[in-house]
C-alpha cells in the first residue's frame, strides 16, 4: 500500500484547508483509512478515520465539528476538510490505512506540514 498525502500550507486562525491521501498497490475493500497528526514535543494522535467500504466515520474529540473525513472510491483518495482552524491544529498530518481486522494501522504515508497562524 502507498499513501501520499497532500495538501498542507500555512493558514490563519478561523481559516480552512483540505488534505488529499491518495492511495495506491491494492484494493481497498474493508480497509479503514485514516488521518493521524504530530505536533512539535508531542506524541502522534489520532484524528479520524473511515472504513472503505461503508464510509463509517471516526473522530478526536477535539476535531469534532470542526473536521470532516470522506473518500471517493473512485479516485482512491481519502480527504480530511479542515474548517475553524486553530493554533493548536498545527502539526504534520499523515495518512494511514489497516489491514481488514488489523488492531494497528501498517501503512504510513509520509506527513503534510499544517501550521495555523494566529
Known amino acids: 500500500v502507498q499513501l501520499q498525502a497532500s495538501g498542507g500550507g500555512l493558514v490563519q486562525a478561523g481559516g480552512s484547508l483540505r488534505l488529499s491521501c491518495k492511495a495506491s498497490?491494492?484494493?481497498?475493500?474493508?480497509?479503514?483509512l485514516g488521518w493521524f497528526r504530530r505536533a512539535p514535543g508531542k506524541e502522534r494522535e489520532f484524528v479520524a478515520s473511515?472504513?472503505?467500504?461503508?464510509?463509517?466515520?471516526y473522530y478526536a474529540d477535539s476535531v469534532k465539528g470542526r473536521f470532516t473525513i470522506s473518500r471517493d472510491k473512485t479516485e482512491n483518495t481519502v480527504y480530511l476538510q479542515m474548517n475553524s482552524l486553530k493554533p493548536g491544529d498545527t502539526a504534520v498530518y499523515y495518512c494511514?490505512?489497516?489491514?481488514?481486522?488489523?488492531?494497528?494501522?501498517?501503512?504510513w504515508g509520509q506527513g503534510t506540514q499544517v501550521t495555523v497562524s494566529s
Open positions: 494511514a490505512a489497516r489491514n481488514p481486522g488489523a488492531r494497528e494501522w501498517n501503512s
Open positions: 498497490g491494492r484494493t481497498f475493500t474493508n480497509y479503514s
Open positions: 473511515i472504513t472503505w467500504n461503508l464510509a463509517t466515520t
